[in-house]
Each structure stands twice: as C-alpha cells, then as structure tokens.
C-alpha cells in the first residue's frame, strides 16, 4: 500500500491498478497535529466525512461490493472506540482483499516539541495525558500510532506547515479528478529553517553567486527581474538548471506511472529569499511550460535571508 515515490525499475512495467468502484480514506495521526483539518478538507473536496467511527462499525458502513455513491472518508484516533494499531491495520487488509473500494491511508504527524506546544497554548488536555506528563502522553500515543505510521500512503507532517498549506497537500494527494494526473508542487526554502519535511527531492543551490552581496538586490527576492537575472548569470547556473530538467524529464512520468499523485520539489539556499525562489520560480516556469500541473510556494520569504 505504501506510496514510497519511487519509480519502477528501467525496462519494467508499472504495475497494474486495479479497477476501483469507490474510494475509502482512513486519516489517522497525532492527536494536535491536524487530523480534523485534513478530514475537513476531504469533506471540501466531496468526500462524506464520519470521523470517531467505531472500528467494528466501518465494515458494515463500506459492505464488500456495494460500492458506494460518494467516497468516503473516516477519522479514527486513539479516542476512537476499540482503537489499536492492529485492529485498523486488520480492518484496512480486510477491506483490500474483500472489497472493491480504492483504500488509502492518510497520517497526520508532527514534531512531539510542536505538539506539546500547542496543547499548552491551546490548554487543551492530551487523550494521554490524563494522569501523567503531557510530553509522556505524547510518546505513549507516538508508540502506540508507530505501525500505522508505517503502513501508511500518505504521511503529512505539519510541524511547519500553516492550515492552509495542509488543505492544499490534501487536495493534491486526494482530490477526486481522476484525470488531472501528477501535481508538482515547488517549494523555496532556507536551510536556516530546515528542510521542509514533505519534500520528495531536495536542490541545494547555495553554491549560486548570491544576491545578498549586493546591496542593490539584497532588499529584493528571488520574484524580482533583478535578482533572477543575477542568479542566471552565474557562470554555472546554465549547466546546473539544464541537468535539473534532464534528470526530471524522465523521473515525472515514471512516478506518474506508478501512481503518484502528488510530488513536492524542494529548492533551498541560505535563507530561502534570493537564490532558492529565482531557482523555484523558473522550475514552476518550465514545468508548466511542460503541460504539467504546477502549485509554487516560497516558505522563508517573510522571515529574510539570502
């Protein structure tokens, strides 16, 4: 089940999907790291949404053939009833093997420091962590969620990702346009901040003459004519960004093949304002240019940087 990205070897064919009457999404995670959202935003794209169900009770909601006439989406966590690892892993390989449904399985994670963080902001109480320390509340529900986490398609991490960026990620990985095939969504980022956690490839371009030098340009970002033009110049940059698109033109398609819907491409420079954005800019440029479904966005743009 798990969508690793990876394309299938040379000279093999991609493997056969089976025909499908439905589509099942059972979204999972870290309690406060943004499970309710994401199954909010499957709701926004047509799914109906029952979140808490009762494991015993999600057989008999998607019976094996009937097939159902919206796809479905279920929420279950560490307060759902009959809640354990084992007992969803079981219910979703019962379903594979008995129904006709396309089953996916989406977790929501996030760093134990961030979620400790928004329990206190938020003075909420942590299902865990009644009669103990939050940060051991949520260790216990990380061991706990483990085999999930590993069993799964589709794993968000929103550590650093605002609430709109996660609907987006939902949208591109789950939307119901069977026809829109491989979304690319190109991001910019600083390594100051760390590289963003869904990336599927990382570009590290801090080896690019840099604007930040320059005091003309050191106000402006990579969005600029100025500055895209100064990056471009580098007597490397040709070479460099002629490589990139050689080395993508075969690996999109392949990805596509083995049913990949969604691919993030990260490119990253000091501080995420010059280099990395001119860079990402011009890859969403040639991607589209390319027929290809194209989302940008620049991470590190309001905190400055080079």
């Known amino acids: 089940m798990k969508d690793q990205g990876s394309p299938s070897a040379p000279g093999t064919a991609p493997p056969a999907t089976p025909s499908r009457s439905g589509r099942l999404v059972i979204v999972t995670g870290m309690s406060g790291a943004g499970r309710t959202l994401a199954l909010k935003a499957l ?20 019976r094996p053939g009937d097939g159902m006439s919206r796809p479905l989406a279920v929420g279950v966590d560490v307060r ?3 809640f354990g690892a084992a007992p969803v892993l079981d219910t979703l390989d019962r379903l594979v093997a008995e129904s006709d449904l396309d089953v996916r399985l989406l977790f929501v994670d996030c760093d134990d420091e961030v979620l ?11 299902p865990l962590a009644a009669d103990r320390p939050l940060i051991d509340g949520i ?30 990620q939902v949208e591109g990985h789950f939307a119901l346009d069977a026809g829109q095939g491989l979304t ?19 570009f590290d371009v801090r080896f690019l003459n840099n604007p930040h030098y320059d ?11 100025a500055v895209a033009e100064h990056v471009a110049a580098d007597p490397d940059f ?5 490589g990139l698109t050689s080395l993508l033109s075969p690996l999109l398609p392949r990805y596509a093949a083995e049913g990949k819907s969604y691919l993030t491409i990260a490119v990253g420079c000091t501080g995420g304002r010059h280099r990395s954005v001119a860079v ?21 743009l309001e905190e400055g940087g080079n």
Request: no cysteine; proline share 6%.
């Open 43 to 62: 709701e926004d794209l047509g799914y109906e949404a029952v979140d808490n169900l009762p494991l015993s009770l999600l057989s008999s909601l998607v």
């Open 80 to 82: 759902t009833r009959d």
């Open 116 to 126: 400790g963080r928004r329990y206190t902001e938020n003075r909420r109480r942590h």
């Open 139 to 168: 260790r216990h529900e990380r061991a706990l969620l483990a085999p999930l986490l590993a069993r799964a398609d589709v794993v968000l991490d929103t550590t650093a990702l605002p609430p709109g960026e996660l609907k987006r």
């Open 184 to 202: 690319v969504f190109v991001t910019s980022f600083g390594y100051r901040r760390g590289v963003p956690r869904e990336a599927d490839l990382v």
């Open 215 to 225: 005091p003309l340009l050191r106000p402006l970002t990579g969005r600029d004519r």
């Open 238 to 242: 040709a070479h460099f960004f002629g």
């Open 280 to 300: 990402a800019e011009r890859l969403a440029a040639w991607l589209r240019d390319s027929g290809r479904r194209v989302d940008v966005r620049h991470r590190d």
